[in-house]
């Protein structure tokens, strides 16, 4: 079963529009790293904060953390069309070398 | 890095039949990871190795299921007798050892169809 848990499902929005995609998990984690998936491929990484820290950037990308909330937030900014793509997070599980995912984030970019 | 690398892309099998996957990591990883993803959700966790090494196994993983990393590098899971229900997404990754805070790199995955 899964123990994290992504909103909204599904986000559809123009491109060069800012997209947010938010993330609760409910066991104590490490770090939570959040992966991009296009159909039918892997996941791709695209950004791991660690659980002392609350913000961390990449290009495009900007990831919170609030551990007293149990929750992380994905920012991307000025998005394309290639940004289209399924968004997980997944929390490393304190004591376990494992990642637990929730179901995703449907991100379409309109052209 | 060329990156995790999976064998095959897809098999198709009847109900009953055996299957192995194969997934060579990064070279320099020594942890190793499987899971499984159906279609809609996000993947779930399946089993973890160190090294050669087996740490840590999903109650997900009936005894149908069985995986080995012999010299610690590629790795191998098998199921036996397959069911219906094993048609899924079966993705492995890999990550540096030491600490915690490591990306876990995915592969492509194997996409099994049970007929």
């Known amino acids: 079963s899964q123990q994290g848990e992504e909103d909204p499902q599904a986000l559809s929005i123009q491109e060069g529009e800012n997209a947010t995609m938010n993330c609760s998990y409910k066991?104590?984690?490490?770090?939570l790293q959040w992966y991009r998936q296009n159909s039918g491929r892997g996941l791709v990484h695209l950004i791991l904060?660690?659980?002392?820290?609350r913000e961390k950037h990449s290009g495009r990308l900007r990831v919170t953390l609030d551990t007293s909330k149990k929750s992380s937030s994905l920012l991307i900014t000025a998005s394309r069309a290639a940004d289209t793509a399924s968004y997980f997070c997944g929390g490393e599980i304190q004591g376990a070398q494992k990642l637990v995912f929730g179901q995703g984030t449907r991100l379409t970019i309109n052209p | 890095d060329t990156g995790v690398s999976q064998d095959p892309r897809h098999k198709i099998t009847k109900r009953g039949q055996n299957v192995t996957f194969r997934c060579d990591p990064i070279?320099?990883?020594?942890?190793l990871y499987w899971y499984r993803q159906t279609l809609g959700q996000g993947p779930e966790f399946l089993t973890y190795f160190q090294n050669e090494a087996q740490l840590e196994k999903s109650r997900l993983l009936s005894d149908r299921f069985s995986a080995e990393r012999p010299k610690g590098s590629f790795s191998t899971l098998e199921i036996q007798r397959t069911e219906q229900g094993d048609s899924a997404m079966y993705l492995c990754?890999?990550?540096?050892?030491?600490?915690?805070?490591?990306?876990?790199?995915f592969g492509d995955g194997t996409r099994l169809s049970i007929l």
């Open positions: 904060i660690r659980s002392n820290e």
């Open positions: 990754a890999s990550s540096r050892g030491g600490g915690v805070g490591q990306p876990q790199h």
């Open positions: 070279s320099e990883h020594n942890r």
């Open positions: 066991t104590s984690i490490n770090n």
